[in-house]
T-cell receptor
Framework: GENVEQHPSTLSVQEGDSAVIKCTYS??????FPWYKQELGKGPQLIID?????GEKKDQRIAVTLNKTAKHFSLHITETQPEDSAVYFC????????????FGSGTKLNVKP | DGGITQSPKYLFRKEGQNVTLSCEQN?????MYWYRQDPGQGLRLIYY???????QKGDIAEGYSVSREKKESFPLTVTSAQKNPTAFYLC?????????????FGDGTRLSIL
């Protein structure tokens, strides 16, 4: 089955700096890659997603890139703010596998004011 | 507002006791899921349901049971057979039959052993 690895497990940046979180996946049939943000005591919230027919997607300060050949995708947060501090999860779904998601182990991002 | 409601937010279980976690959605989604989250770990799939009256085991189904009698409800029972039930439990839903749609999550139930 699919295996998603996420790095780093923790990331500390200064406010205003950029943060990058990377994920790799094993099954080339995966074709949808969402990113979730989880604040303490809350459920994960979708922040951005990308499909395999696209190489990059941006939404204000957040962007995701996908390299299908290398089977990795990354989350980029620019101009980080203290409210960006949370745990971020990547995920992948295998095509026609009924929306079964495979999640990375999470990255705890700490933005220092 | 449409969303997923999990209750209770906190739950305590005594040894040998079964407890049931509630999950209700008003998004008209066909598919629903239960995940377990342990500290510092990712989400592990317990059970999922594609449609009413049908459900499948996920990766860690032992010691858990579910039912799907209504489209909007997918309760999870943590049985006494689950020897290490302390965790954060998340319920999710998605449109279902159409693949590649995001899952939407509730705010979780934290289960602890007394």
């Amino acid at each position: 089955g699919e295996n998603v690895e996420q790095h780093p497990s923790t990331l500390s940046v200064q406010e205003g700096d950029s943060a990058v979180i990377k994920c790799t996946y094993s099954d080339s049939a995966s074709n949808y890659f969402p990113w979730y943000k989880q604040e303490l005591g809350k459920g994960p919230q979708l922040i951005i997603d990308i499909r395999s027919n696209v190489g990059e997607k941006k939404d204000q300060r957040i962007a995701v890139t996908l390299n299908k050949t290398a089977k990795h995708f990354s989350l980029h947060i620019t101009e980080t703010q203290p409210e960006d501090s949370a745990v971020y999860f990547c995920a992948a779904t295998i095509q026609y596998n009924f929306n079964k998601f495979y999640f990375g182990s999470g990255t705890k991002l700490n933005v220092k004011p | 507002d449409g969303g997923i409601t999990q209750s209770p937010k906190y739950l305590f279980r005594k040894e040998g006791q079964n407890v049931t976690l509630s999950c209700e959605q008003n998004l008209n989604h066909d598919a629903m899921y239960w995940y377990r989250q342990d500290p510092g770990q990712g989400l592990r799939l317990i059970y999922y349901s594609q449609i009413v009256n049908d459900f499948q085991k996920g990766d860690i189904a032992e010691g858990y049971s579910v039912s799907r009698e209504k489209k909007e409800s997918f309760p999870l029972t943590v049985t006494s057979a689950q020897k290490n039930p302390t965790a954060f439990y998340l319920c999710a839903s998605s449109p279902g039959a159409v693949s590649n749609q995001p899952q939407h999550f509730g705010d979780g139930t934290r289960l602890s052993i007394l």
